[in-house]
């Protein structure tokens, strides 16, 4: 199992990123993907889950301004986010399945004037 | 939502010590609890899930228990590679870490 992040880096609040999560070793459509952050030096923080199916769930603080997607031709995960804010600043990790057995290692994403 | 407490915040043990680290839900979260260890730079990797089920590859030394809200980690005998954060995580209604046990040398 591989789980790749890619896509993040410094935006100005108020803009837009998307992350990428490329995914190997697997049958990536049979399985539900997270995206958990963590924020330095802080806890972590889940953001959302797509199903197999592609059934969508978001934590409140990121709801409207985060999309979940996946295109399992690709084998890959993607997150969305718009409307950034400093509060969104964190190591963004893709995960495997409804129970987060496998975790990438993660991607820098620094909202910053 | 559920909410996760967990304790300690902080921990210093040996070598060789026997340690438990406890997370409480706000409410009945029927054994969904998986426990993940963090090192430094590194990603969490998870060690138990489900309450009690020892992920493939994790040493014999890490066991869960609990039901209803509450829930322990134990390390039966300290060794020098599990200096690090864990978390656990419920998956019952959506999902919630705990804030963590930093584990360290005494």
């Known amino acids: 199992v591989q789980l790749v992040e890619s896509g993040g880096g410094l935006v100005q609040p108020g803009k837009s990123l998307k992350l990428s999560c490329s995914a190997s070793?697997?049958?990536?459509?049979?399985?539900?993907m997270h995206w958990i952050r963590q924020a330095p030096g802080k806890g972590l923080d889940w953001v959302a889950y797509?199903?197999?199916?592609?059934?969508?769930v978001y934590a409140d603080a990121v709801k409207g301004r985060f999309t979940i997607s996946r295109d399992n031709a690709k084998n890959t995960l993607y997150l969305q986010l718009n409307s950034l804010k400093s509060e969104d600043t964190a190591i963004y990790y893709c995960?495997?399945?409804?129970?987060?057995?496998?975790w990438g290692q993660g991607v820098m994403v620094t909202v910053s004037s | 939502d559920i909410q996760m407490t967990q304790s300690p915040s902080f921990l210093s043990a040996s070598v060789g010590d026997r340690v438990t680290i406890n997370c409480k839900a706000s409410?009945?979260?029927?054994?969904?609890l998986n426990w993940y260890q963090q090192k430094l730079g590194e990603a969490p990797k998870r060690l138990i899930y489900?309450?009690?089920n020892l992920q493939t590859g994790i040493p014999s030394r890490f066991s869960g228990s609990g039901s209803g809200t509450d829930y322990t980690l134990t390390i039966s005998s300290l060794q020098p590679e599990d200096f690090a954060t864990y978390f656990c995580?419920?998956?019952?209604?959506?999902?919630?870490f705990g804030a963590g046990t930093k584990l360290e040398l005494k």
């Open positions: 797509i199903s197999s199916s592609s059934g969508t």
């Open positions: 409410q009945n979260i029927n054994k969904y």
């Open positions: 995960a495997r399945g409804l129970g987060a057995g496998y």
């Open positions: 489900n309450t009690n």
């Open positions: 995580l419920q998956h019952n209604s959506l999902y919630t």
């Open positions: 070793g697997f049958t990536f459509s049979s399985y539900g």
